[in-house]
């Protein structure tokens, strides 16, 4: 998300720390519109026989805790199919894993990432993969990516925790795989990498020569079938 730091990180609201998504820098009318869009969208993609089945509390990392975002922050979809998959965009918090929890579950918060993942390596989804989660300021960008956010802050290197680097690898490893996304750096994006982004998450404490080696390392199982 962004790095707005203050020094108790308590005077500056956690909503607008926390706000990682689609609205910063939109403005009211801009929020409107990105709004309209996102009903038509959504209504065209509820058309019977068109959307794939979806199971409730269904995730799609092995071992991920569901727990649903509002729907408004996010948009109904049926990636790879309507949108392809090909890029993983790297999160740093800016507040707690409960924080962020928090803020995807409201409403109000207009952004969440698809995953978040915690100090000690636990892993929570809040939205399906097949959907577009607004995590990255930028709508083609948002369309096209797997959005990982990370607890904890840019600022401080001891945020960024072994188990949280393997955990965090592993779950990336297994997205590539999914959709046939490459082990690389082009692919595998920070926030601050996206286009037009103010934002400078994860920050040069962010470890990505360690965490390149990792998501490379990790041999992923396919799924029969
Ligand atoms: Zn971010």
């Not at 519109?33 to 979806?54: F, H, Q, S, T, V």
């Not at 924080?99 to 995953?115: E, G, I, N």
Request: net charge positive; hydrophobic share 40%; glycine share 10%.
């Amino acid at each position: 998300m962004s790095e707005t730091t203050t020094g108790g990180g308590r005077r500056v609201s956690r909503r607008r720390l926390l706000l990682g998504g689609s609205a910063a820098g939109l403005g009211a009318a801009g929020v409107a519109a990105y709004a309209a869009r996102d009903d038509l969208a959504r209504m065209w993609w509820r058309l019977p026989g068109i959307e794939k089945p979806r199971t409730a509390g269904a995730v799609d990392q092995p071992g991920a805790e569901w727990i649903a975002a509002s729907g408004a922050n996010w948009r109904w979809a049926d990636r790879p199919d309507d949108y392809p998959i090909d890029r993983v965009v790297i999160h740093v918090v800016q507040g707690s894993y409960d924080d962020a929890v928090r803020v995807f579950k409201d409403p109000r918060h207009l952004a969440a990432a698809h995953y978040i993942v915690r100090r000690d390596g636990h892993i929570a989804q809040m939205v399906r993969e097949l959907d577009v989660a607004f995590h990255a300021g930028n709508r083609p960008y948002n369309e096209r990516s797997i959005g990982i956010e990370h607890e904890g802050f840019v600022s401080r290197p001891s945020s960024f925790t072994d188990a949280m680097y393997r955990s965090s690898a592993r779950l990336t490893a297994s997205i590539c795989e999914r959709y046939g996304i490459p082990r690389d750096r082009e692919h595998i994006v920070g926030h601050v990498e996206v286009p037009g982004t103010d934002h400078t998450d994860p920050g040069r404490h962010w470890d990505w020569d360690r965490y390149m080696r990792l998501v490379r390392a990790v041999r992923v199982k396919r799924a029969a079938g």
